[in-house]
DNA sequence: AAGGCGGGGCG
DNA sequence: CGCCCAGCCTT
């Protein structure tokens, strides 16, 4: 029997994924779809990296552009904080670099937004650097072939992986085996129901060997993710507009616009009244709704509201905005969840 | 309702 | 370092 890259390599040629938008020895293009890719699906990627390859044609354009614009077009794809770090990344790339990314992968990995498995991803499609990847996908093919204990978030378990991830590492064919531990996690040894009849390496994976596909990779320990619940203002203006609030840099949503929050309708009033300069008139609240993210429970509560009295606003952070201006602006799921139901 | 998915930043 | 933070989508 083959070793475990040949066999990966040949399988990838004949049943790998093949003719993605971004399998170009590119690297503005392979960073950019790594970086949508670190927490997002493909399929959901092959929506939004047209779309900003098209506005973005070259890294230039992207570290030329004002960060709102950056975000309008990551709005929805969540943790936002990739699309400020691609934007910083941009501009170092231009400025250190001239426009190019390094060969070397541990200059690379240097770059805000980009770790050790990305910068590696990266400079393997982009110049056959012979450097080994660990995201997800190959966590599992790893833990599952080698047979390999304990959460792959422990430091020990995941030094022992990024160890076998370098021994397996073949002399060349960088790109097709990089592109093939990929693949083939997630289209063959996927998290449920891996189809091992098919998978090249089912001769000697241990998991399969001992029956335990289902426990390996052990699983991330639990915890209670806690509750919370705010109120959002839909608050109307005459020309009937909508107050959005730019959120802070960081934290959730971070640089993102998002409707005014409270925390309870009873003190809306005084509340719009006192932060932003308003004097609005609550109208009957419309049905809660959860929003759920893996670390906490979001209750929101949805407040229409309408401006009596506009004067000046009291904070340069908020601004009105025509439902569709605010539709294509950077704002996170639920507002746009909330906006969309808005009538104009 | 639960699981999957990399990297940054803080103490 | 270890630990916490962060948002969607699919199952």
């Given at each position: 029997m083959s070793d475990f890259a040949t066999r990966l390599i040949a399988w990838q040629q004949e049943d790998g994924r093949h003719?993605?938008?971004?399998?170009?020895?590119?690297g503005y293009r392979v960073w950019l779809s790594e970086v949508m890719l670190q927490q997002t699906q493909v399929t959901t990627v092959l929506d939004y990296y047209p779309r900003f390859l098209a506005q973005f044609p070259t890294i230039f354009d992207l570290a030329a552009a004002p960060l709102d614009d950056v975000l309008a077009l990551w709005s929805?794809?969540?943790?936002?904080t990739r699309a400020r770090n691609l934007h910083k990344c941009a501009q170092a790339v231009v400025t250190q670099y001239g426009g190019e990314f390094p060969r070397d992968p541990a200059l690379v990995a240097?770059?805000?937004?980009?770790g050790r498995s990305t910068a590696a991803a990266i400079t393997a499609f982009s110049?056959?650097?012979r450097a080994a990847i660990l995201d997800g996908n190959v966590k599992r093919v790893l833990t599952r072939w080698a047979g390999i204990d304990g959460y792959p978030g422990v430091k020990a378990v995941e030094n022992k992986l990024w160890g076998l991830a370098h021994a397996l590492?073949?002399?060349?064919q960088i790109e097709a085996y990089t592109q093939g531990l990929m693949d083939l996690g997630a289209t063959?040894?996927?998290?449920?129901?891996?189809?091992?009849?098919?998978?090249?390496?089912?001769?000697?994976?241990q998991a399969r060997l001992s029956n335990r596909q289902g426990e390996l990779p052990t699983p991330k320990p639990k915890k209670t993710v806690p509750e919370k619940s705010t109120v959002m203002l839909i608050i109307r203006n005459d020309a009937g507009q909508i107050l959005l609030e730019k959120r802070p840099p960081?934290?959730?949503?971070?640089g993102l616009w998002s409707l005014p929050e409270v925390e309870?309708?009873?003190i809306a009033s005084e509340l719009a009244a006192q932060q932003l300069g308003l004097k609005i008139e609550l109208e009957p609240a419309l049905p809660d709704f959860v929003h759920v993210f893996t670390h906490y429970k979001l209750t929101i509560t949805p407040q229409p509201a309408y401006a009596i009295a506009v004067s000046?606003?009291?904070?340069?952070n908020a601004q009105w905005f025509n439902i569709d201006a605010a539709l294509a602006a950077g704002i996170p799921t639920p507002i746009r969840k909330i906006l969309s139901k808005t009538p104009k």
């Open positions: 003719g993605l938008p971004w399998q170009v020895a590119d929805g794809l969540g943790y936002y240097e770059l805000p937004g980009i110049y056959g650097t590492l073949p002399a060349e063959v040894c996927t998290p449920k129901k891996p189809t091992c009849l098919t998978c090249p390496m089912n001769a000697d994976c960081t934290g959730i949503w971070g309870s309708t009873l000046a606003l009291h904070e340069s």
